[in-house]
């Protein structure tokens, strides 16, 4: 099956730091992992820049227009402990937010039904008031907001990074149409994500304890599929973090997943799309630190969209 690739150069001028682990050789290293797989034929998709009224779907208009006029010149911006914004990185942002909102307004065109968005600074942890965790838009809850507007009723998001994603939930539980399905580790910053008997039932959290082995991951991320079936959305996005492969810096090895893994997560994830949504997924990237582990397991990612 024909997957797209949206990315853009552009994202490769958002620059937090020398030391900092979500840096630009990330996104080249996902890019040319993709590209160099002579068995995948990927259609590009250009990322273009997220225009404000849809940034606006999740994100207040005053936080909006702060991140829009940061103009950090020769310095870097702080957004708070982790998170920092270069002369690029502006642009970056809207061109990451923007590029899964093009992929799920391609997918309701029926140009599409399976696309990767190669994206940097990822989305997962950005709180509709407030950049956090490496994270300034919150791209896939962007591009959900966005797909009702496509013509899509009811979008279930899929997240396997090994940290929860926080921003992305706080945005649904004000949504029922929308379903947030996440594994994480526990206890792992952020710190939230335990399930609680109080969650809405479109929020769906599930956690594996440091140190899992991949059997017990991929037992506990199986136990969210039946979940995102009997939800029965028309579209599925996945929040694709390669964090929690065992060589993963940031995840601090927590887990022990290999590119293997990744692959067949995302085998479950197509199988659910094939019933339920004409087979349409929407793929963002999260995080993963390790370049070469990043590489692997994106290509595994994608390979495994790819299959059909
Ligand atoms: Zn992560």
């Not at 620059?15 to 993709?34: C, I, K, N, S």
């Not at 990322?47 to 404000?52: D, S, Y």
């Not at 093009?102 to 940097?120: K, L, M, Y």
């Not at 594996?208 to 991951?217: E, I, L, N, R, S």
Request: proline residues 8%.
């Amino acid at each position: 099956m024909d997957v797209a690739l949206y990315t853009h150069a552009d994202m490769l001028d958002h620059r937090p730091g020398d030391w900092h682990p979500e840096r630009p050789e990330r996104l080249r290293a996902v890019v040319e992992a993709l590209e160099d797989a002579p068995d995948l034929c990927l259609i590009p998709g250009e990322a273009p820049l997220a225009e404000r009224c849809d940034l606006e779907l999740v994100h207040p208009h005053r936080y909006v227009e702060r991140i829009l006029t940061l103009s950090p010149g020769r310095d870097v911006v702080q957004l708070d402990p982790d998170t920092f914004v270069s002369a690029g990185s502006v642009l970056a942002a809207r061109r990451a937010a923007g590029a899964v909102v093009e992929a799920v307004r391609a997918t309701g065109r029926g140009e599409i039904a399976r696309s990767f968005c190669a994206v940097r600074p990822p989305g997962h942890h950005a709180e509709p008031e407030a950049a956090m965790g490496f994270c300034i838009f919150s791209n896939v809850a962007v591009a959900a907001r966005a797909a009702h507007a496509a013509g899509f009723r009811k979008v279930a998001v899929v997240d396997f990074d090994i940290h929860h994603g926080n921003g992305t939930e706080a945005v649904f539980r004000g949504h029922p149409e929308l379903m947030f399905a996440s594994i994480q580790q526990h206890p792992m910053w952020p710190g939230s994500g335990r399930p609680t008997p109080a969650d809405p039932p479109n929020i769906v959290n599930a956690v594996v304890p440091p140190g899992a082995p991949a059997a017990q991951w991929r037992k506990t991320f199986e136990g969210l599929m039946p979940r995102v079936d009997a939800f029965a959305p028309d579209l599925i996005i996945v929040s694709a973090g390669f964090d929690a492969h065992r060589r993963d810096p940031v995840g601090d090895a927590g887990q022990s997943l290999e590119a293997e893994d990744f692959a067949w997560a995302t085998r479950a994830i197509v199988e659910v799309a094939r019933r339920r949504t004409k087979g349409r997924v929407v793929s963002s990237l999260e995080g993963g630190y390790d370049l070469e582990a990043l590489g692997q397991s994106a290509l595994a990612h994608v390979r495994a969209l790819a299959e059909g």
